[in-house]
């Protein structure tokens, strides 16, 4: 793999520096819009997807199943307006302990320390100052579990150094920025034999579980296509200039222009369509931006001229459209916009051959789901004389009636276990604490992850790879099969209870 990205980077086509390379990310590459539209013409796929052998000694990690734990020890690094949410989750949650905090900001590390030892009577190690201070608590405290929340350039780096040093890595999102860091990801979980999960917490929301049961149970059919987005008007965290999110983030649209989030919409809708699980896989994706707007407009309007976001030249364009192919077919349309004025939309929609599960807001429609649809032709038509021009699934079932309806008749069982208490404990419905105690629970049970390490990679890969068709015109990119071929031996996410 290497040497195939040294010779695009030699083209000019990846985007950023390897991990730990020391390179700051590279900005411009990507070309303006009138370059999209001269090389528009070359649509020939581009393989991307070679693949080398798995190393001896490593093992495919679909399925893994590690040593049970007894209690996870818990260590955290990145404890910004994320982290410090997430990690005070553990606290409510059976058979683990947070037993070290990291970041180099030492106010952010002693108030979630406080916070901590307030709750529990037990006070965490914390590391602090330095932003390499993580290795030293990897290697002194030795944890069992390390969630990673940092900003996106840092993910693969700190989940290879985590898994080196022993420990299951769990990685905000996206698992890396480009392939070969995927690869490395990938390659380090099946030598080390830890797990590292990617932490999509959309796959734990309510609907997205209720979606999953459903389709599992077979209402709609024949899976045929799936739309996922993650549409957020972000541009106010702009106002964290020197700390948060902002701070970091901006810059990425000013270096890149593509997908620089695809996961949250994607995610649940692989694991609808089991891909890289058995029954399909990911095969190639398209991808156009729409042209970038709106952050210099947000910028000039909020921001002195000489203010360093006025000195950027965003690039990457407001609006991204992504469709991905499937290996069987399938087709799944990923939208990205952090920067329009417009509401909050992951789509999380879901079409088969007999019916199509939607959300924002929750719908649904078809043959089997929609009320009023009658049970067969013959009992609306008898004789068969009259083809029926209408049916139920030409509305939308929707509305307050219809969504206690469907929780009522399809809510997904570990929602009904968890559902009550994580809504309780945490103010985005509950889907960041069924998730983490669905990790722990994996960890303490020896059980395989929800979500294994070529789902992150997957699922994460469609940043690069939609970078890289934009840069070519909308040229196709192949997925590299992270699994190496294992996807078709790999177990589809069962229903859990
Ligand atoms: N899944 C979700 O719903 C969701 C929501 C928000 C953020 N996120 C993800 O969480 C991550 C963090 O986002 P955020 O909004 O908390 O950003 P943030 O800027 O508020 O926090 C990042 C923290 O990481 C720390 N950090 C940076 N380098 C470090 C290092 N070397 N060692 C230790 N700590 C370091 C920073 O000091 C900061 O406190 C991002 O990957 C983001 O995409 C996910």
């Known amino acids: 793999m290497d040497r195939q990205y040294q010779s695009e980077r030699e083209k000019g086509v990846v985007m950023h520096p390897p991990v730990g390379s020391g390179e700051?990310?590279?900005?411009?590459?990507?070309?303006?819009?009138?370059?999209?539209?001269?090389?528009?013409?070359?649509?020939?796929?581009?393989?991307?997807?070679?693949?080398?052998?798995?190393?001896?000694?490593?093992?495919?990690?679909?399925?893994?199943?590690?040593?049970?734990?007894?209690?996870?020890?818990?260590?955290?690094?990145?404890?910004?307006?994320?982290?410090?949410?997430?990690?005070?989750?553990?606290?409510?949650?059976?058979?683990?302990?947070?037993?070290?905090?990291c970041d180099p900001c030492d106010d952010a590390t002693g108030a979630v320390a406080d916070r901590i030892e307030e709750r529990t009577g037990k006070r965490p190690a914390e590391y602090t100052q330095d932003p390499s201070a993580y290795k030293t608590m990897l290697a002194e405290v030795k944890p069992d579990a390390v969630v990673i929340n940092t900003p996106w350039e840092t993910h693969a780096r700190m989940a290879i150094d985590a898994m080196e040093a022993g420990a299951h890595a769990l990685v905000e999102v996206p698992l890396a920025l480009t392939l070969e860091d995927l690869w490395r990801v990938v390659d380090t979980s099946e030598r080390t034999q830890k797990h590292c999960m990617m932490l999509e917490n959309c796959n734990y929301g309510r609907n997205e579980l209720m979606f999953l049961n459903m389709v599992r149970q077979g209402l709609i059919g024949e899976l045929l296509h799936g739309e996922a987005a993650y549409i957020h008007e972000l541009r106010s965290q702009m106002f964290s200039e020197n700390r948060g999110c902002g701070s970091w983030r901006t810059n990425h649209y000013a270096a890149r222009n593509g997908n620089l989030y695809p996961t949250h919409g994607l995610g649940p809708v692989a694991q609808y369509m089991s891909l890289a699980r058995g029954e399909d896989t990911f095969d190639r994706i398209v991808s156009f931006s729409s042209p970038a707007k709106?952050?210099?407009?947000?910028?000039?309007?909020?921001?002195?001229?000489?203010?360093?976001?006025?000195?950027?030249?965003?690039?990457?364009?407001?609006?991204?459209?992504?469709?991905?192919?499937?290996?069987?077919?399938?087709?799944?349309?990923?939208?990205?916009?952090?920067?329009?004025?417009?509401?909050?939309?992951?789509?999380?929609?879901?079409q088969g051959t007999e019916g199509t599960l939607a959300d924002y807001p929750l719908r649904i429609a078809g043959e089997r789901i929609s009320p009023g649809v009658p049970e067969s032709l013959e009992e609306k038509h008898p004789g068969g004389a009259e083809i029926p021009s209408a049916g139920g699934y030409h509305e939308w079932y929707e509305g307050e009636e219809a969504e206690a309806d469907l929780y009522a008749k399809y809510d997904h069982p570990l929602y009904k276990r968890l559902g009550e208490e994580a809504r309780q404990k945490d103010d985005r419905g509950g889907m960041n604490y069924i998730m983490l105690y669905r990790v722990i629970e994996c960890l303490h049970n020896g059980e395989p992850m929800d979500q294994n390490v070529y789902e992150g990679a997957f699922w994460s890969a469609v940043g690069p790879l939609s970078e890289k068709s934009v840069n070519e015109g909308g040229a196709p990119q192949l997925f590299p099969d992270f699994t190496r071929g294992d996807w078709k031996n790999t177990a589809p996410l069962p229903v859990i209870r």
């Open 24 to 101: 700051a990310p590279r900005a411009q590459e990507v070309g303006p819009v009138e370059a999209e539209v001269t090389h528009a013409k070359n649509v020939a796929p581009v393989d991307t997807s070679a693949v080398t052998p798995r190393p001896e000694g490593s093992v495919y990690m679909g399925g893994f199943r590690a040593p049970q734990i007894d209690c996870v020890r818990v260590a955290v690094i990145g404890l910004g307006e994320r982290g410090s949410l997430q990690t005070l989750h553990f606290l409510g949650i059976p058979h683990c302990e947070v037993v070290a905090v």
């Open 294 to 350: 709106g952050r210099a407009a947000y910028a000039k309007k909020h921001f002195g001229p000489d203010h360093k976001w006025n000195k950027l030249d965003f690039q990457c364009g407001d609006m991204s459209n992504s469709i991905i192919k499937t290996k069987q077919g399938r087709t799944i349309l990923v939208q990205w916009d952090e920067t329009s004025p417009r509401p909050y939309d992951r789509k999380n929609l879901i």
